[in-house]
């Protein structure tokens, strides 16, 4: 089993708040007070979690940054209160970021179909 210290725990309670934060504030319109707030925890209880130095070094690597600066970006898009082009960047920038961890995979994209109807379907 694997042991999870305090810091890491309050990380993921940091960076679930960041989560609804962003959320709340795509719901109410693009709220930019909650999504900078939102934004901010994220990346907080993202450092809580993994620590500073493997933080910085996961967005600092030399193939990530260009996903990077569109997700640090929109982060200071939506501190500078244009949050729906904030968001945009941030998007993109997250996907960009993210792919290369397999954790964005969809079903369509995979190699084996379990369903045999469906893998002519899904082949091409």
């Known amino acids: 089993m694997i042991s999870i210290s305090e810091g890491q725990k309050i990380g993921v309670g940091i960076t679930g708040f960041g989560v609804f934060f962003i959320l709340f504030g795509t719901l109410l319109y693009f709220d930019s007070v909650l999504l900078a707030f939102g934004n901010l925890l994220f990346l907080t209880g993202l450092s809580f979690i993994i620590g500073l130095r493997r ?10 940054l ?6 640090l970006g929109g982060v200071a898009l939506v501190l500078l209160r244009w949050p729906f082009l904030g968001m945009l960047l941030e998007t993109y920038g997250f996907f960009s970021l993210f792919k290369t961890l397999g954790l964005l995979r969809t079903p369509a994209r995979s190699h084996r179909c379990p369903l045999s109807g469906l893998s002519w379907v899904l082949a091409g």
Do not use: E
């Open 66 to 71: 260009k996903a990077t600066s569109f997700f």
């Open 55 to 64: 933080t910085f070094s996961f967005f600092f690597q030399r193939h990530k």
